[in-house]
């Protein structure tokens, strides 16, 4: 049972260049988030997606793009990725939106943009 | 705005016991959560409170006042393993969480 698994786990990109982070989870949950996590910073939510064939944006979602073709999946892409964009990356699911729906959290995907 | 407070670092010694408190502004209230999230890993949870106590798990303990809009993670008989960051999180009335920057907590021997 592999819970969320993200790739790739590290990624050097020069200012830009394009790429996809993939989160896929095994626990059929319907919610999926992408996060990012900046030193001094709370975790700041990009986007997120309530089901399958739905997105949402959340507090930072500027420069990104997401897709949830597939209920496991979650794929958040970077068209021109620009060096505010170096940062730690999260995905997390959980089976709803409210309540004591604990969040399952991938081990993060480093980027850093030149 | 929507704002999370907690102390950026603190220092305990092994086998002691430490509070870290966390105080919020939100608008609306579902629910507040702890994680804990060692350096270089994923924030995995630790406890959910949605009405005012105290929540015990083991040795790690949450509570909650909704009215003064404040909460703190107690965690006894520390260990070297508990070294990590304690990450407050307050699930709005839109049911969206709002995240502290955490609290670095330092156990030495």
Request: glycine letters at 10%; one cysteine or more; charged letters at 15%.
């Amino acid at each position: 049972n592999a819970g969320v698994t993200q790739t790739p786990k590290f990624r050097v990109l020069k200012t830009g260049q394009s790429m996809t982070l993939l989160c896929a989870q095994d626990m059929n949950h319907e919610y999926m988030y992408w996060y990012r996590q900046d030193p001094g910073m709370g975790l700041r939510l990009i986007h997120y997606s309530v089901g399958e064939g739905t997105t949402a944006k959340g507090e930072v979602p500027d420069g990104y793009n997401v897709s949830r073709l597939k209920k496991q999946n979650f794929l958040l892409g970077l068209e021109s990725a620009a060096p505010s964009q170096t940062s730690v990356y999260f995905c997390a699911s959980c089976t709803g939106g409210s309540g004591a729906n604990v969040l399952t959290f991938g081990a993060g995907s480093r980027l850093t943009v030149l | 705005g929507q704002n999370i407070d907690q102390p950026t670092e603190m220092t305990a010694t092994e086998g002691a016991i430490v509070q870290i408190n966390c105080t919020y502004q939100t608008s609306g209230f579902n629910g507040l959560f702890w994680y804990q999230q060692h350096a270089g890993e994923a924030p995995t949870f630790l406890s959910y409170n949605v009405l005012d106590g105290l929540e015990e798990k083991g040795r790690f303990s949450s509570f909650l006042s909704r009215s003064k809009g404040y909460s703190y993670l107690l965690l006894k008989e520390l260990q070297m393993k508990d070294s990590a960051s304690y990450l407050c999180a307050v699930m709005d009335s839109n049911y969206q969480l709002i995240w502290g920057a955490g609290t670095k907590l330092i156990i030495k021997p």
